[in-house]
């Protein structure tokens, strides 16, 4: 069974930083895409970065290029996401998801920035 | 990065079927077949139950089938039943090699 488990969320102050991770389980995470999506209270869904299998290709939506980093260990079968800068508007529960289709999730990881 | 456009709500009754919108630039939805769709009930994570424009996961019902016509991705659900009420949220691979979701629709059972 494939299971995404997110951690590294927490209350942090604007222009703070943290590290959430990924770990991945039941599938081949070497072989496989994976985005991190971000979902504020009572919003929608909005794509914020995506890596490839062995992370030559590497993409940010507009709003955290340059604030956000993703990589991977796929010695470890995990996914992170350093976010810095941190701003009111990053405050979001933060999924990763598997492959182009994001075909399975994760349970979120809540991060909120305030003072 | 603009959103697709999906209706912010709509609803049907129990036996009916509806259809859900999603709109999006020909870059986006017209140019790709890689749309996908999720259904996200409260306080859970989105699920994924329809990719490639058509294609159902393993285990979702057939009741939900997509389509697409020019700018235009559809999502159907057949025979709705109380449990399909959820937010429904599109996604499309765009020419950034970037995805794009839509604003989410709200599909209440009556």
């Known amino acids: 069974e494939v299971q995404l488990v997110e951690s590294g969320g927490g209350l942090v102050k604007p222009g703070g930083s943290l590290r959430l991770s990924c770990a991945a389980s039941?599938?081949?995470?070497?072989?496989?895409?994976m985005t991190w999506v971000r979902q504020a209270p009572g919003k929608g869904l909005e794509w914020v970065s995506s890596?490839?299998?062995?992370?030559?290709?590497?993409y940010y939506a507009d709003s955290v290029k340059g604030r956000f980093t993703i990589s991977r260990d796929n010695a470890r079968s995990s996914l992170f996401l350093r976010v810095s800068g941190l701003r009111a508007e990053d405050t979001a529960v933060y999924y990763c998801?598997?492959?182009?289709?994001?075909?399975?999730w994760g349970q979120g990881t809540l991060v909120t920035v305030s003072s | 990065q603009s959103a697709l456009t999906q209706p912010a709500s709509v609803s049907g009754s129990p036996g009916q079927s509806i259809t859900l919108s999603c709109t999006g630039p020909?870059?986006?939805?017209?140019?790709?077949?890689?749309v996908s769709w999720y259904q996200q009930s409260p306080g859970k994570a989105p699920k994924l139950i329809i990719y490639?424009?058509?294609k159902r996961p393993s285990g979702i019902s057939n009741r939900f089938s997509g389509s697409k016509s020019g700018n235009t991705a559809s999502l159907t659900i057949s025979g709705l039943q109380a449990e399909d009420e959820a937010d429904y949220f599109c996604?499309?691979?765009?020419?950034?090699?970037?995805?794009?979701f839509g604003g989410g629709t709200k599909l209440s059972v009556l």
């Open positions: 039941g599938f081949t995470f070497s072989r496989f895409y």
């Open positions: 996604s499309s691979y765009t020419t950034s090699s970037t995805l794009v």
């Open positions: 490639d424009v058509t």
């Open positions: 890596i490839n299998y062995n992370s030559n290709y590497i």
């Open positions: 998801a598997r492959d182009v289709s994001l075909d399975s």
């Open positions: 020909s870059s986006d939805v017209g140019d790709y077949n890689h």
